[in-house]
């Protein structure tokens, strides 16, 4: 009789697929992560009054953190690297160096009235998702609010989770 139970235990063990628990709790952590750095460059551009952009790179798996220049051609302000609060280095995230996670970066589209879709969300000074092209020189820059609720989506195996901007306000919701 041990000898049936213990066969029955091992077919049944085949045949039930196993159930993924880490995967939706790993999803929640880098949605997190992704919400937070959203968030932190909202703050930084109402606080500093300077544009801040969350570039997501979908083939390298990186989220990064940075100012835009004031003067000149708007590009990125690399005389004033924005830092982590909380570590203090340069806003970097990675989602491919932490292979036990499995998270991806699935998707990050950010669609600005232009027609311009993109993967970074950029903020302006009063805290609105804005993009901004030109030369402040010249004062020929454009800026270019988003059309729709910008969507970063994550994904570990079947388990999704998505981050969203909210086109009128910046709000960062998951």
């Given at each position: 009789?041990?000898?049936?139970?213990?066969?029955?235990?091992?077919?049944?063990?085949?045949?039930?697929?196993?159930?993924?628990?880490?995967?939706?709790?790993?999803?929640?952590?880098?949605a997190v992560q992704v919400a937070n750095a959203l968030r932190f460059?909202?703050?930084?551009?109402?606080?500093?009054?300077?544009?801040?952009?969350?570039?997501?790179?979908?083939?390298?798996?990186?989220?990064?953190?940075?100012?835009?220049?004031?003067?000149?051609?708007?590009?990125?302000?690399?005389?004033?690297?924005?830092?982590?609060?909380?570590?203090?280095?340069?806003?970097?995230?990675?989602?491919?160096?932490?292979?036990a996670s499995g998270t991806t970066i699935a998707s990050a589209v950010?669609?600005?009235?232009?027609?311009?879709?993109?993967?970074?969300?950029?903020f302006s000074p009063d805290g609105a998702p804005a993009d901004i092209?030109?030369?402040?020189?010249?004062?020929?820059?454009?800026?270019?609010?988003?059309?729709?609720?910008?969507?970063?989506?994550?994904?570990?195996?079947?388990?999704?989770?998505?981050?969203?901007?909210?086109?009128?306000?910046?709000?960062?919701?998951?």
């Amino acid at each position: 009789m041990v000898l049936v139970v213990a066969v029955l235990a091992i077919a049944a063990a085949l045949v039930i697929p196993k159930a993924d628990v880490v995967g939706p709790a790993a999803v929640n952590v880098a949605a997190v992560q992704v919400a937070n750095a959203l968030r932190f460059a909202r703050r930084e551009a109402i606080r500093t009054g300077a544009y801040h952009v969350v570039k997501l790179d979908t083939a390298a798996q990186t989220l990064r953190v940075y100012r835009l220049t004031t003067s000149g051609v708007v590009a990125e302000d690399t005389t004033r690297q924005v830092l982590h609060p909380v570590d203090m280095r340069n806003y970097n995230l990675s989602f491919s160096n932490d292979p036990a996670s499995g998270t991806t970066i699935a998707s990050a589209v950010f669609k600005y009235q232009s027609g311009l879709t993109s993967t970074y969300a950029t903020f302006s000074p009063d805290g609105a998702p804005a993009d901004i092209r030109g030369t402040w020189f010249l004062k020929l820059f454009v800026t270019d609010p988003l059309q729709t609720d910008g969507v970063v989506t994550l994904r570990r195996g079947s388990a999704e989770r998505t981050v969203t901007v909210a086109a009128a306000t910046g709000r960062v919701t998951s």
